[in-house]
């Protein structure tokens, strides 16, 4: 009896020790970049709002920060998170796979980002900027698209061995969509896929697939990550091997 009263709080310390030292691991900007997304989209409408700009102006803005920025910051931290182990050799080489101390690390940055995209959601409601559908759909605002693109970031970083590739590709295609929202939007192939429709198009007619595909895409996504990192030589750069 002793000894099984011992066995449980051991091994739920370990376990607390285990998420710290991968939260100090994930690094400072894991915490701060999700947040900090957020902050950039309210200093946007502060300056718009100074230079006169409407309240469904400052509105918009501000939903932009929640399904755009929020996401992209996600995604690029995303990718550093896979590339700043320099010790990837090492990590394989030990009996816990990977994939799951890396899953790890992408959680604590997702729990960020849930945590700041629920917080934001909520001051919006509360000071009445909310701009965006239901409250109890606000979720749908950010999730699909967050997933979408931190999961794309992920899978390029690991296929392509490489941070500029990744982050090109995600920067790339994000800059693409602001650009070309109105054709994207206006063809029936990329309408289901296009990541910002909250804040370009708004909640109407075909918002809610919008929002279904871009997370089984993601998830998709999400999926073949998984895959790949059952592949321990793809972790791996070419100096590496």
């Given at each position: 009896?002793?000894?099984?009263?011992?066995?449980?709080?051991?091994?739920?310390?370990?376990?607390?020790?285990?998420?710290r030292h991968e939260a100090r691991r994930a690094g400072w900007a894991a915490g701060v970049a999700p947040p900090a997304g957020l902050v950039v989209a309210v200093a946007m409408a502060l300056?718009?709002?100074?230079?006169?700009?409407?309240?469904?102006?400052?509105?918009?803005?501000?939903l932009t920060g929640l399904e755009a920025l929020l996401?992209?910051?996600?995604?690029?931290?995303?990718?550093t998170l896979v590339a700043r182990d320099d010790a990837r050799e090492l990590q394989l080489a030990l009996p816990?796979?990977?994939?799951?101390?890396?899953?790890r690390r992408l959680?604590?940055?997702?729990?960020?980002?849930?945590?700041?995209?629920?917080?934001?959601?909520?001051?919006?409601?509360?000071?009445g900027w909310?701009?965006?559908?239901?409250?109890?759909?606000s979720a749908l605002v950010w999730a699909p698209p967050t997933l979408w693109l931190a999961a794309l970031a992920v899978l390029l970083a690991l296929a392509g061995r490489s941070v500029v590739l990744a982050s090109s590709a995600v920067a790339g295609l994000w800059i693409g969509e602001q650009i070309f929202a109105a054709p994207l939007v206006g063809h029936d192939l990329t309408r289901p896929l296009f990541l910002f429709t909250t804040s370009r198009v708004g909640t109407g007619e075909g918002w809610l697939t919008n929002r279904l595909v871009l997370t089984l895409t993601g998830l998709l996504l999400a999926a073949t990550v998984a895959l790949l990192l059952r592949r321990p030589h793809l972790l791996l750069s070419e100096e590496e091997e």
């Open positions: 009896m002793a000894q099984g009263s011992w066995h449980i709080p051991l091994r739920r310390h370990g376990s607390t020790q285990l998420w300056l718009s709002g100074n230079g006169g700009a409407g309240r469904r102006q400052i509105g918009d803005l501000l996401p992209l910051a996600v995604a690029m931290t995303a990718v816990t796979r990977y994939a799951r101390t890396l899953g959680g604590i940055l997702g729990l960020a980002a849930v945590l700041a995209a629920l917080a934001y959601s909520a001051g919006l409601g509360l000071t909310w701009t965006g559908p239901d409250p109890l759909a």
